[in-house]
């Protein structure tokens, strides 16, 4: 059972002095039968009151409300988690009856967000491949295993190509991005042949070998195995999800996973910093939090009102 301490700061700095900074975070661990909590300690200028509550998938989300004058918002997060290794789904279940399964619940209420199609100009095109790839006589498992590896040989790691604002389209034209960006195209292919499956934010935690993903928040997905349940799917590392990852939150893509986003009343001009930096239970750290804070272009979206002081920018942490 590996033990980390995940250190995760998230650093704006504006241009000048804003206010009535309104954000909701999304970094408290999920907690289950695979992660333990040990402890979270988290720090945010100003030291507001964080309201906590659980949103409809079951994910802890806080707010937070900073209305005095600041030139930066530092929230720094540091949490000890243990996660434990689970068992694959068994190969004894027929084939048939796991692709039933799935016919059967695909509109019971805990699974119809999770098979909903985005419009997609490219969608059939996608269609085709996810069929294409995969036969109904194979196992769920394997259907959703062989196409978590067609992202990852198919589209390439490059990061600053997307923002969180690209369309699936542009990427499935580009066949190029990060993280967030694999995960989608996986989602969407997964739901094309009738798989439940949902996006997943958190922490990629690699101890002796490279994962891309480090030093920044991560994204895979998961899919609903008949007879197993939820179980995740990296397709930026084409691996089955394990004890090296650490789960923050659940949704159906990721606008419903945002590890910080919030609005602020002020110039639109700011700058995003992200770090994270994993230790393991002997105290060993690859890197430091000062080596892996890091520039990020945000996301603006700007709405101004008939007083031009007045924009209110929203403000989206990207996952690698």
Aim: aromatic share 10%.
């Amino acid at each position: 059972m590996p033990r980390f301490i995940i250190h995760h700061v998230t650093k704006y700095t504006y241009q000048a002095a804003v206010r009535d900074s309104a954000n909701q975070i999304m970094l408290f661990p999920v907690k289950d039968e695979n992660q333990e909590l040990l402890s979270q300690q988290l720090v945010i200028t100003g030291m507001p009151s964080v309201e906590i509550y659980r949103d409809y998938y079951g994910n802890m989300i806080g707010t937070f409300m900073n209305v005095d004058p600041h030139k930066e918002l530092i929230i720094d997060s540091k949490i000890e988690i243990i996660t434990k290794s689970r068992e694959l789904p068994s190969t004894q279940i027929p084939v048939e009856s796991e692709w039933s399964y799935l016919q059967e619940i695909h509109s019971l209420v805990p699974f119809i967000d999770f098979l909903k199609v985005e419009s997609i100009t490219a969608l059939n095109e996608i269609k085709k491949v996810a069929t294409d790839e995969v036969s109904k006589n194979i196992a769920v498992f394997a259907a959703a295993n062989d196409l978590n590896e067609y992202v990852y040989k198919n589209f390439k790691y490059i990061k600053g190509v997307t923002s969180v604002e690209t369309t699936l389209d542009e990427i499935w034209k580009l066949k190029a991005g990060v993280c967030q960006d694999f995960a989608h195209i996986l989602l969407v292919m997964l739901r094309l042949i009738n798989i439940p499956a949902r996006y997943v934010s958190g922490y990629v935690c690699p101890r002796n070998s490279h994962l891309r993903g480090e030093g920044a928040t991560h994204a895979w997905v998961e899919a609903f195995i008949p007879f197993y349940g939820w179980l995740g799917f990296d397709p930026t590392n084409n691996c089955v999800v394990n004890d090296l990852h650490v789960r923050l939150a659940v949704g159906k893509n990721f606008t419903d996973c945002s590890p910080v986003k919030g609005t602020y009343r002020g110039m639109s001009a700011h700058t995003l910093e992200v770090g994270v930096s994993v230790s393991y239970e002997d105290g060993i750290s690859p890197n430091e939090i000062s080596a892996t804070l890091k520039a990020q272009a945000p996301s603006l979206t700007t709405a101004t009102t008939t007083n031009s002081y007045r924009r209110f920018i929203e403000q989206q942490q990207q996952q690698q």
